[in-house]
């Protein structure tokens, strides 16, 4: 790893590490997002949920997955990262679900509330030895409950700047600005590039010198940089964006690979 995703990594692993500790991650697709998240997720002990979008996925289906969450870090207490990205919202209602669990954590309509006072009652050895003079109420221990959801559910958002769609969602949804920690994913820097390109070529045998190895390394991070600044004088002069990713550079490496053994 670069010193660049080296520190989304540890700023990643620092949320997940908090109590309540929730993240947005922002940048352009093929950053990194996902893929840091999983390993900050595996290093913190966490397990990693993401759901499955199908064409008969809905909102009653988030509810049942989320319902199952709640379940597993409230009663059971085993702490989970929930990742949830851009393109697994087939609709908007999706975002209102997680905004309702990263302001209050009480989602309308999740759990039956007898089912609930139920399932937060068989809580109270925790809650009494961990709270001192704890009332016990039901609307306490469904509190207790509650809070213990938010301390080991950990909801990682994973979203892109392009459009219109992510200001819009901000302003419609505060508690994806206000309850989270905000990453932003920029470029990656040109000593980013060399790195991940060594990684690449110094791998490969080439039939070439060893300086001329190392010349070729910082060729292709710059070969991708340039194109970067390309894309960003040609949004000046024509007003229309063209984006060009960290995959489309790691694809970039692999292509190069495939055609050098052709």
């Known amino acids: ?25 922002v940048g352009v697709g093929g950053s990194g997002k ?15 949920f993401q759901i499955t979008v199908t064409k008969t996925y809905n909102m009653n289906s988030l509810l049942d997955d989320i319902r199952v969450l709640y379940k597993t870090c409230g009663h059971k207490g085993e702490r989970i990262t929930f990742l949830f990205t851009e393109g697994e919202i087939k ?11 990263l302001t209050t954590g009480e989602v309308p309509n999740l759990i039956p509330k007898d089912e609930l006072v139920i399932m937060a ?31 080991n559910l950990h909801v990682v958002l ?20 206000a309850g989270c920690t905000i990453d932003w994913f920029l470029p990656w820097p040109k000593e980013a590039l060399i790195a991940v ?7 490969m045998d080439l039939d070439c010198l060893p300086k001329v190895k190392e010349e070729l390394i910082v060729h292709m991070g710059l070969v991708h940089k340039t194109v970067v600044d390309s894309c960003e004088e040609y949004f000046l ?15 970039f490496l692999s292509d190069y690979g495939t055609m050098y053994k052709v």
């Open 34 to 48: 996902q893929s840091l998240t999983k390993l900050a997720s595996y290093c913190a002990g966490c397990t990693t």
């Open 158 to 177: 994973c979203m892109s700047p392009v459009g219109s769609k992510f200001p819009e969602r901000a302003r419609k949804f505060p508690g994806i600005i």
């Open 1 to 25: 790893l670069f010193d660049d995703a080296l520190r989304h990594l540890l700023r990643i692993s620092r949320c997940l590490g908090m109590p309540k500790g929730c993240i947005l991650l």
């Open 121 to 151: 009652s068989e809580l109270r050895p925790l809650a009494v030895k961990q709270i001192p003079n704890f009332v016990e109420t039901p609307d306490n221990f469904v509190k207790f409950f509650i809070d213990r959801v938010r301390s």
């Open 237 to 251: 002069k024509m007003r229309r964006h063209v984006y060009q990713t960290p995959k489309s550079f790691l694809q």
């Open 197 to 203: 390109s060594q990684g690449y070529i110094s791998r």
């Open 91 to 101: 609709d908007e209602g999706f975002l209102e679900v997680i905004n309702s669990i």
